[in-house]
């Protein structure tokens, strides 16, 4: 009896069936998946900036509310933003009132200069005129006209008429040059207004308005506040469209492509959708996905609620899978308790893995259709090769 009872095997341990996850082997289409947390975002969102530094005066809303592109959502005051105005369009005034003086100033040269050509085409024709007169009496009268008259008659003909040319080419040169000096003053005028209405803008961008149609979704404004140009002032969405944006962590990002399937879990009920954006940068760990929402969205749907997504990487058919072990990697050999037929004792088998979803991963080895495996977590059994099930 001794000799029996030294040969026996001991005891395997018990554990209770009720705390053990026990599934089946099945062959079939396995859908790979990746589930990932995130939440809703406005696919349109308006972020309004301050154009300039300025104190809150006051905030007649709080977000929450639906406003309209011309309301106001608060008001600033800076005291230099009027004086530059002011200071703005007085030099405006200043080189409008030099343009309409220098206008003046050059059209009254021009009338001079163009009385003088016309005096001067006057006498340029009395001296053409006394010309062809004495012309005419040394032709009728063959030696009767005096040749130094003559010859004066002639002279004063071509000087003036040289006098004459010079100065309707001063004439040119003068109109050039008043058009030179016009559009200079009008640049400047232009200028000066440009810097007017700047400063106009300037002025109406104490009274900040949303520019946009939607509900004010952030106003981190105080009133005394100072802000400072480029701050965020407020934040405008439109409601009624949003998308999803998920935090797949890095490890499992690898597969996700665009357009790729989408269930949305709002906790209100389930919206499909599909992959617009992969964000190629890794942060603390998590890959950015966003997810185009082409379902109606259940009531209670809102900007920053949190959901949790799964993206449909791919289908594998005609394989074996099971469910995921607690402590199964893809692509890799673990230690799994099958339980024998009896159905009261399970014994460990070595299991390939292949590739993982969600909740169900591919055997590759190690076992066949039927099969029933603990896939609950056993490391307390590490140490034994079967256990009792009670």
């Known amino acids: 009896m001794t000799l029996a009872l030294s040969r026996l095997e001991p005891r395997a341990p018990s554990v209770d069936r009720a705390t053990l996850y026990i599934d089946s082997v099945a062959r079939g289409t396995m859908v790979r998946e990746v589930r990932a947390p995130g939440t809703l975002v406005p696919e349109r969102m308006v972020i309004i900036s301050a154009l300039t530094a300025g104190r809150v005066e006051a905030l007649p809303l709080r977000p929450g509310v639906t ?210 954006r992969i964000d190629p940068i890794v942060q603390n760990g998590t890959v950015t996905v966003e997810v185009a929402l082409e379902g109606e969205l259940p009531a209670g749907a809102r900007a920053d609620l949190s959901v949790d997504g799964t993206i449909e990487i791919e289908r594998l058919d005609d394989v074996m899978y099971v469910g995921r072990p607690s402590y199964g990697q893809p692509e890799s050999t673990v230690s799994l308790f099958r339980l024998d037929p009896d159905g009261s004792h399970a014994s460990k088998v070595q299991v390939k893995l292949g590739r993982a979803s969600v909740s169900t991963i591919e055997v590759v080895q190690g076992l066949q259709v039927g099969d029933k495996v603990i896939i609950s977590d056993m490391s307390a059994s590490d140490n034994v090769d079967r256990v009792r099930l009670k």
């Open 67 to 276: 406003v309209d592109a011309n309301t106001v959502l608060a008001v600033l005051t800076n005291p230099d933003i009027q004086r530059e105005l002011l200071e703005a369009q007085r030099q405006l005034g200043s080189v409008e009132s030099s343009l309409i003086t220098l206008r003046a100033t050059l059209s009254q040269q021009r009338l001079q200069r163009e009385s003088a050509i016309r005096q001067m085409e006057s006498e340029y024709g009395k001296a053409q005129r006394d010309l062809r007169t004495q012309l005419a009496l040394d032709s009728v009268r063959k030696g009767l006209a005096a040749p130094n008259e003559l010859a004066a008659a002639r002279d004063l003909a071509e000087s003036l008429q040289e006098r004459l040319g010079y100065e309707r080419d001063q004439l040119r040169i003068l109109e050039r040059s008043m058009q030179e000096q016009v559009k200079q003053a009008e640049q400047q005028v232009e200028q000066m207004r440009a810097i007017v209405v700047f400063s106009q803008d300037r002025l109406s961008s104490m009274q900040v308005r949303a520019g946009e149609s939607g509900v004010l979704q952030e106003l981190p404004l105080e009133l005394g506040q100072w802000v400072t140009p480029g701050q965020r002032l407020a934040r405008v969405a439109q409601p009624g469209q949003l998308k999803a944006v998920l935090r797949v962590p890095e490890t499992q990002a690898k597969d996700i492509a665009i357009g790729q399937k989408t269930r949305i879990d709002t906790r209100n009920g389930i919206v499909p959708g599909r992959v617009i």
